[in-house]
Structures are given as C-alpha cells and as structure tokens.
C-alpha cells in the first residue's frame, strides 16, 4: 500500500463511541489514518456525531459505506452479532479490516472470515485492546526474553457487572449479546496469546439472575488444558455485584517466575513478579498510571497502538497479530466452553483453520 493517506470508514459507534476515538489518531503526525465515512443507527445520532467529528460521509446502510472509493479500510464496531456480516461485506468490498472483540459468535463464521482473507489477501486485525496495553506487553516481553521460564499454568478473569453497561446499550439485553464471546473471549484471547493453542475445555456456567430479562447463563468457569500441556482457567463473572478486584487480571506461572497483571478503566493498572533466583522471593510491583485521553473508557492509548500496528503491517505487507486465525481460534474456544456446558464433558475446541 502506498504512503498517502489511509481513508477510514467506520461501521458502529460501539460502547466506547469509536467515532471519537478513532479522531485521535489524526492527532498523531506519524499515523496517515483519515476518517471518512460512518455508519451508524439511528440516523438523528449518526449525523450529529458526523457533524461533531467532521467525517465527511454518513449512513445507516453498512453496504453504502463499504462501497465507497474513499474508504480503503473498515472498522467494525457494531454489536457482536453483526460483526460476521459487516466484516464479511467490507472484505468481499476489498477493503482491509479492524474488528473489535469479539471478531464473530460462531464457528462458521469464523471459518468463513478465516477463508474470506486468505482469498483476499487483505489485511484483518482483531481489536483486542488488551493486547495493547502496557501491562500485556510488559508481561510479554519478560516471556518471551525467558525471565519467567518454562510456562507451568496461566490464568486470566474479566468480571464486570453488567447492569449500568445494559442501561446505555439496550442492544446486550434484545439481542441479546452472548457474554461467552463479549466478555470471556477476551481473557481466553489474552492467556492464548501466551500458551498457544487450546486441546481442551471444560467449563460451567450459571446465570446470576440480576438483570432478570437478560435470558442467558452471564457467569462461567473455564478450566483449559493447552497444546503445550500448559494448563489454564479463564474467570468471566458478569451477573455479579463487582467484586473488591480489579475488572480485568491475567496470570503467568513458569519455572523461573511468576507475574500478576491488572487493569481497570481509567485507574492505575500493575505488575506483580516474584522471581525465582531472588532468594527473598520478594515482589516487584510496576505501577501503570491511566493513560488520559478524550475516549470513553480510557481506550483510546492502546486503539492507537493497534492501529499503528495496523498501519505498519499495511505498509510492509506482515499479517496484522491479532490477526483472523487469532479471532478465530478464541470463539472456537468459547464455542468449545457452550458444548461442555451444554454436556458437562470435556470438549475440543476445532483449531484445523
């Protein structure tokens, strides 16, 4: 791809209002990102955030947008069930895309996806901010250098009371989103991207009955046994009063260390590592202050380190990580967990894609 700019079309406002977000990357002189079109419902608020934002195209119709010559990539923030759809449609547009977590809801359209880019040869990245966010590459690096050893166990948890975010996003409840792909995906992506492929599920599940209209299980167990014989557990509680912890912690267990990272929106987020070759096994504690930004949330940092990311891999022509076999093979792991608790057995998540 050339050096000019990179026209952006973005489908979805989604719960971090996107639109606003993805503005910041104008702001950032070695991004070439420009926002061009949106798509978004209902109409009224479509135009007034194109309007707000300058975006110089606005529709309710996705198929308008991905049409568009002025548009080389799209970015997905619809609803989870609707990512399938609109990804496919900008694909087969021959537009490169960013979808957020979850890429898909099942496993045939994450096949289809996974088949979609290979023919196409374009550009996929699955948006899983936490990839991108300090504590996740920090924790990356120490892996991969070997300073934590050979991986033992890991382990990650998202817990979230849902109530306030049903009140703001009526979607969750009609459609209703399914929170084994909203919310688990991104612990089972997250301690994936450190253990590799998962062998086996086995998972329970309960419904937490505290949003009586949601209609599906919202708190599950997960226990995983991986390729590599690593094992793991992955935590997603979202029909719960929020617990004294932090939303979001991931685990890596080796045979030379152990580290503990957490993350909460908009509040200092840390590392904890006890190493093995310090006789006092003291713990080392790395304090990561929020990353202030204009985004909801305080997701703005690490969009604009994936869509660096992205920019590159457009430029030099490498495969975007997390890319679709990633996406993919995260829900086929949550497909997997459904099954097992539909059985009660151990269930293999499929890998072959």
């Not at 707000?52 to 990539?73: G, H, M, S």
Request: glycine content about 8%; some cysteine; charged content about 20%.
């Amino acid at each position: 791809m050339g050096r000019g700019s990179i026209n952006l079309g973005v489908i979805g406002m989604g719960l971090h209002n996107m639109a606003s977000t993805l503005t910041l990357l104008e702001r950032e002189p070695d991004l070439r990102f420009r926002l061009t079109a949106m798509c978004a419902v209902p109409r009224e608020a479509a135009e007034e955030c194109a309007r707000a934002f300058k975006i110089p195209f606005c529709t309710t119709d996705y198929r308008e947008l991905v049409a568009r010559k002025d548009v080389d990539a799209v970015a997905v923030y619809s609803p989870d069930h609707l990512h399938a759809e609109h990804c496919a449609a900008a694909l087969e547009a021959g537009k490169h895309v960013i979808c957020t977590k979850p890429m898909v809801t099942t496993l045939e359209d994450a096949k289809r996806l996974v088949s979609l880019v290979r023919r196409t040869k374009l550009k996929f990245l699955v948006g899983q901010t936490m990839r991108f966010d300090r504590q996740f590459q920090t924790a990356h690096k120490l892996l991969s250098d070997g300073d934590l050893g050979e991986l033992i166990a890991l382990e990650s948890y998202y817990v979230h009371d849902m109530r306030p975010v049903f009140g703001f996003t009526p979607w969750r409840l009609t459609a209703p989103q399914d929170l084994m792909y909203g919310g688990c995906v991104h612990s089972i992506d997250v301690i994936r991207a450190f253990g590799g492929d998962v062998a086996s599920v086995h998972a329970n599940a309960r419904k937490g009955n505290l949003t009586k209209e949601y209609p599906l299980a919202d708190n599950f167990f997960i226990n995983l046994q991986f390729a590599s014989g690593v094992i793991g557990r992955v935590s997603g509680l979202y029909g719960i009063v929020h617990p004294p912890t932090p939303m979001m912690q991931f685990g890596i267990y080796g045979t030379k260390g152990s580290l503990q990272a957490e993350f909460t929106d908009n509040q200092p987020g840390q590392i904890r590592l006890v190493l093995d070759k310090l006789a006092d096994h003291k713990p080392m504690v790395s304090i990561f202050e929020p990353e202030r930004d204009l985004s909801a949330y305080g997701h703005g940092a690490t969009v604009i380190r994936y869509m660096r990311h992205f920019q590159d891999c457009l430029d030099s022509g490498r495969e975007p990580s997390p890319g679709v076999v990633d996406g993919a093979k995260a829900v086929a792991v949550g497909v997997a967990a459904w099954e097992s608790v539909r059985t009660g057995q151990v269930t293999k998540p499929f890998n072959a894609f």
